[in-house]
């Protein structure tokens, strides 16, 4: 691959990655496969750290199961301590935080680099160019004017197209986001 065919691409990545800023981590919704850290001050036998269940729970001594999938930590230590409150504890004082986030996987196939299935945390925005950047970026065979995405949306699959040369030209690199369990196809080019 010359520097030609992925110059335009790394400076479309380079810009559309742009830092979160601090209050977008405070937005964060709790999701399945995430890993939570739960503290009940003064409350050793409370205090550890939970893997959230595909059902969106987590499960506690004491309480059994709390569901926190879909809330803000805020809100989801307040559904804990609401839970101890009821004939457990008299003022409990709950954190939870998470420090592990849950992975959003997804593959690029075709005329990439190196076609594999891929990983980033599900709290991370990731455009397209962005995901075949991580595959290696396009090989010289590849016709960036038809790349394709196959998705499930409400329960059927859907095939988009995209025309990444002109989307790292025209700067719209960031106006498409990858979703868990994409799958992007790299075509070759006919000439």
Do not use: W
């Amino acid at each position: 691959m010359t520097r030609s065919h992925i110059a335009p691409l790394l400076a479309a990545v380079a810009l559309a990655a742009p830092a979160p800023p601090a209050a977008a981590a405070d937005n964060y919704r709790v999701s399945p496969g995430d890993i939570v850290q739960v503290s009940v001050f003064q409350e050793k036998d409370l205090t550890s750290s939970y893997r959230v269940m595909a059902d969106g729970t987590i499960s506690m001594p004491l309480i059994g199961s709390v569901r926190v999938a879909g809330m803000p930590s805020s809100a989801a230590s307040a559904a804990i301590r609401a839970r101890l409150l009821d004939g457990y504890l008299v003022d409990p004082q709950v954190t939870l935080r998470v420090i592990g986030y849950a992975k959003m996987r997804f593959t690029v196939l075709g005329q990439v680099a190196t076609p594999k299935s891929l990983s980033v945390p599900a709290n991370e925005k990731l455009t397209l160019l962005q995901a075949i950047a991580m595959a290696g970026g396009p090989t010289r065979l590849a016709n960036q004017r038809k790349v394709t995405v196959k998705r499930e949306v409400d329960g059927e699959l859907r095939v988009l197209e995209f025309d990444t040369k002109k989307m790292a030209r025209d700067g719209t690199s960031g106006s498409f986001l990858v979703r868990d369990r994409d799958i992007i196809t790299v075509s070759e080019s006919i000439f």
